[in-house]
């Protein structure tokens, strides 16, 4: 992930659950999008 | 989370949609959203445990935390931060990037240590240029 460069491919296609069951991350980026990985839940 | 959530009004405005992946077992996401009170929020809770796209995004995972983590903690502490419970990898590090619409990316930040989090400010300042050049490009309704 670089700045001014595309989300890259591996991330867009990786699998995340959601509470409405699997999707790709890429699926979930519509429009400006803030992504932010946890350390953990809580 | 926590210095996040206080400025999610500010990124909804900005017309940021934010979408917050964990590494817990998805038993755990539901609790997790409603611990932190984002029903109703344009916020998508996600959960990854194989880590792929912690992986796919660079981030870190020590084979331990060193004296830096346990500084942090103790200031965490000392500022009366409530650690909850948790469910993840306590070893995995952190992280977060701003897409703009065409998935170009426009701010990244990676954790080099527990406590080193993205600041809110930053996240929401990179989200107001984004918002300026989106609407000098005219794409905003």
């Known amino acids: 992930v ?3 460069r595309p989300v890259p ?3 867009r296609l990786a699998e995340v659950q959601g509470l409405d069951g699997p999707a790709r991350l890429g699926d979930l980026l ?5 992504v932010v ?3 953990q839940f809580g | 989370v926590d210095g996040l959530r206080t400025r999610l009004d500010e990124l909804e405005r900005l017309g940021v949609s934010v979408v917050l992946v964990g590494n817990g077992p998805p038993s755990a996401l539901a609790g997790f959203v409603r611990e932190v009170s984002l029903e109703g929020r344009r916020v998508t809770a996600v959960t990854d445990p194989s880590r792929a796209s ?5 981030l870190r995972r020590p084979r331990m935390h060193g004296l830096r ?3 942090e903690l103790a200031q965490s502490l000392g500022a009366g931060y ?3 419970r948790r469910a993840g990898d306590s070893l995995q590090l952190g992280g977060a990037f701003l897409a703009d619409d065409g998935g170009r990316v426009v701010y990244v930040h990676r954790s080099r240590s527990p406590g080193d989090l993205a600041d809110p400010s930053d996240v929401v300042q990179a989200a107001l240029a984004l918002f300026v050049e989106r609407r000098a490009r005219g794409r905003l309704v």
């Open chain 2, 69 to 71: 983590a346990a500084i």
């Open chain 1, 2 to 4: 670089e700045i001014g």
């Open chain 1, 9 to 11: 491919t591996e991330l």
């Open chain 1, 30 to 34: 519509r429009g400006p999008t803030l």
């Open chain 2, 82 to 84: 409530l650690h909850r």
């Open chain 1, 37 to 39: 990985f946890l350390r």
């Open chain 2, 54 to 58: 912690y992986r796919a995004a660079g």
